[in-house]
């Protein structure tokens, strides 16, 4: 990638950048440690970012993720100068423009044209220079006759858009955006993009912290992930938001209260092995591992060739380990008639972690299901076993279709299934 | 050698904002017209203010109550009054304002790189508007009565101390908002006891011996009387008091562009 290339110089350099917030519980705990002139302590410390090293090479964009909190605006503070870190160096090269918050200096009650030369002077540019971007601005923020008008009467389209003209046309050599892009109407944000797009091609520095995983994977050479103010990942777009998903997937998932590593103990001793295959369309896999058998039960132990919907069922798949897994994941596709996948589900992904395993144990899984309101006809299940996990696997055992069952119903489905819907009634009538 | 110190970090202070003259002077512009913008009079009513005020004073002091002074060249109460209110009132408005300038501006103290030590000053300058104009309606009735003199072209060697000391005291406030927010309230109180320790509404000769000694220590004090002695007497008083006035002036906004300039970088944590 760009970022790699020897000739450019690093512009933004950080070393071991960290910043502490002191976090008062009671104001009045202020007044004490200054009386006691700081030998006495009456606050948490709360470090927001800790530890950050980077380089940012000239004409880079760089993208920063992570979730709320995890100290991206607090990076950009800092570089932008209007924090002062706690610790650390923080070494930027050339003028910086940062969009933290579109129309922070805006005074409603003037024109937006005046807002044009306050914004400008805020940001550094006298009277003249605005003068000479003021067309441009203004062709930009596309807010016609409006613009001799109090901001005040602006929509907040046009508020965005007018401060995003301004933000973008002071022409910084190192932009710092902050989510600013996420504003207006589709349109503009196509025409804020290109305008961003243009200033790289310019070979201007771009540090974008976002939300948007597609933006950032489209727009940034490189990306970073910081986690509880740390920097957790540095790489390829691609790389650092496959990381970042995982980290928000592994998140939720403890979260709903799974995920635990189940013992020997946990082990459902209950779930039966099963070692029938009713059909074998197509299978392939690295062979790992082998799929002995899958069986749909009732509740009360029956086998199920045919289900109503609504129905508690159990799915069973067994499998025969040759090759050690460490991570094996066992997991179903559901097909109609016509080969339209309708759903999927795995261990991982239900938050279930099974246990390493060693050639020769033969690993059972037990899913229960409650059959869903779909349109009544035949439905397959094309079991797998896999080794890795939710975002980067091995396929070890597949069989396509193994499975067949008839979903049955007494009312009628209209379409592919039925929602869960409550109908409620209100009639005025002509008196 | 602290002192030095401080002096340069002072210096800095001051080229910094001398380079951001262009920003000052906007938010000025702004400030004067966020005042007045929608109204149909505008600045004008920065005129009527004072010159309603002024008739109101004669009308209670001169005309109701008969008060008269006891020396002086002349023995109009609400002509003696209204010098000592005008510098009170800008030093009044601009520590209150100050005050709280960069707290309310926190939008833009945290989200741009925003040099948050002109908003005082925007105060200071903005506030003088006002003041000028209302010095400029005294002046325009001394002429009237035939009581101005040469002395009062001396008004700029008073104006110049009051901006700087109000400033100064306008940095500390400013500064000291931001870590508690009481510190307004504090103030409020504070310049009600200053106000009535300054000699706006009694000459320095009705005080006790004693007490006069505490209140020439007041730079407030000495703007008043010297206001009078230029305007009202033609009259330069003696050096002492000038001398008095600029040394704390200047030591007040020394300490308070210093104290600004430190305290500044834990401004955004704290907001």
């Excluded at chain 1, 971007?133 to 203004?138: F, G, N, S, V």
């Excluded at chain 1, 965005?160 to 046309?169: E, T």
């Excluded at chain 1, 995920?259 to 009713?278: F, K």
């Excluded at chain 1, 069989?399 to 009634?425: C, E, H, K």
């Amino acid at each position: 990638m760009s970022s790699e290339m020897p000739s450019t110089e690093a512009v933004v350099k950080l070393h071991n950048l960290s910043k502490k917030y002191p976090i008062y519980e009671r104001p009045s705990h202020k007044i004490w440690e200054l009386l006691t002139w700081g030998k006495r302590q009456f606050h948490r410390e709360f470090w927001a970012l800790q530890d950050i090293d980077l380089e940012v090479s000239s004409g880079t964009t760089l993208g920063v993720i992570g979730q709320n909190g995890s100290g991206k605006s607090t990076l950009l503070q800092l570089v932008a100068g209007i924090l002062t870190q706690t610790r650390g160096d923080c070494f930027v090269k050339g003028t910086v423009s940062a969009l933290l918050e579109l129309g922070s200096g805006f005074n409603l009650e003037f024109t937006g044209r005046e807002n044009i030369f306050m914004g400008g002077a805020i940001m550094g540019l006298n009277q003249r220079q605005m003068e000479n971007r003021l067309d441009e601005i203004l062709a930009f923020s596309e807010i016609g006759n409006f613009i001799d008008q109090p901001v005040r009467t602006y929509s907040t389209g046009m508020f965005m858009r007018l401060a995003f003209s301004v933000a973008i046309h002071v022409d910084p050599d190192i932009l710092l955006v902050d989510e600013a892009l996420a504003v207006g109407d589709l349109i503009f944000q196509h025409r804020c993009f290109n305008r961003v797009r243009r200033l790289k091609a310019e070979g201007k520095t771009i540090v974008f912290v976002s939300h948007d995983l597609q933006a950032v994977t489209q727009f940034c050479d490189r990306a970073i992930l910081l986690d509880a103010g740390r920097k957790l990942e540095d790489g390829t777009p691609d790389e650092v938001v496959q990381r970042y998903q995982a980290l928000i997937f592994e998140r939720e998932r403890r979260a709903a209260g799974k995920g635990e590593v189940p013992s020997a103990g946990d082990q459902d001793d209950s779930v039966p092995v099963v070692d029938v295959i009713p059909q074998v369309h197509n299978r392939y896999g690295n062979k790992g591992a082998e799929i002995l058998g899958i069986i749909l039960y009732s509740l009360g132990g029956e086998v199920l060739n045919q289900a109503p919907i609504g129905e508690e069922v159990q799915l069973v798949i067994s499998a025969r380990i040759h090759n050690s897994l460490s991570n094996p994941i066992i997991g179903f596709t559901v097909r109609d008639r016509l080969g339209v996948e309708i759903t999927s589900s795995n261990t991982a992904y239900e938050g279930l972690h099974l246990p390493p395993a060693e050639p020769g144990d033969i690993v059972t899984v037990g899913f229960r299901i409650q059959l869903p309101q779909l349109h009544p006809g035949s439905y397959s299940i094309s079991p797998a076993i896999a080794q890795g996990n939710i975002w980067e696997h091995s396929i070890e055992d597949w069989i396509d279709n193994a499975y067949i069952f008839d979903l049955t119903s007494s009312g009628l489905i209209y379409g592919m299934m039925r929602w869960q819907v409550v109908p409620s009634f209100r009639i005025i009538r002509n008196q | 050698m602290p002192v030095s110190a401080s002096l340069t970090v002072f210096y800095n202070f001051v080229e910094k904002i001398l380079i951001r003259r262009h920003l000052v002077w906007t938010f000025v512009v702004r400030d004067l017209r966020g005042r007045y913008v929608g109204s149909l009079m505008g600045l004008f009513w920065s005129i009527i203010h004072p010159f309603v005020l002024l008739l109101s004073y004669n009308f209670v002091f001169s005309i109701v109550l008969q008060m008269k002074l006891r020396s002086g060249p002349t023995d109009n109460f609400s002509l003696f009054l209204f010098c000592g209110l005008l510098p009170w009132l800008y030093f009044q408005d601009t520590v209150m304002r100050s005050c709280t300038s960069v707290v309310d501006q926190r939008n833009l103290v945290q989200r741009t790189l925003f040099p948050s030590e002109i908003l005082p000053i925007t105060m200071a300058l903005s506030n003088l508007v006002t003041h000028l104009l209302g010095t400029a309606i005294l002046l325009l009735v001394l002429v009237y009565l035939g009581l101005l003199g040469s002395a009062s072209m001396l008004f700029p060697f008073t104006l110049l101390p009051l901006i700087l000391f109000a400033l100064g005291i306008g940095w500390l406030a400013a500064a000291l908002q931001v870590f508690l927010r009481d510190t307004v309230q504090i103030l409020t109180v504070l310049l009600t006891l200053w106000f009535w320790f300054t000699p706006v509404f009694y000459q320095m000769d009705m005080v006790p011996e004693s007490l006069r000694v505490v209140m020439r220590l007041n730079p407030l004090t000495h703007v008043v009387e010297i206001n009078r002695s230029l305007f009202l007497e033609n009259r330069v008083p003696d050096l002492e008091s000038w001398v008095i006035l600029a040394g704390s002036s200047a030591l007040t906004i020394l300490l308070g562009g210093v104290v600004f300039r430190k305290t500044k970088r834990k401004f955004v944590d704290v907001l």
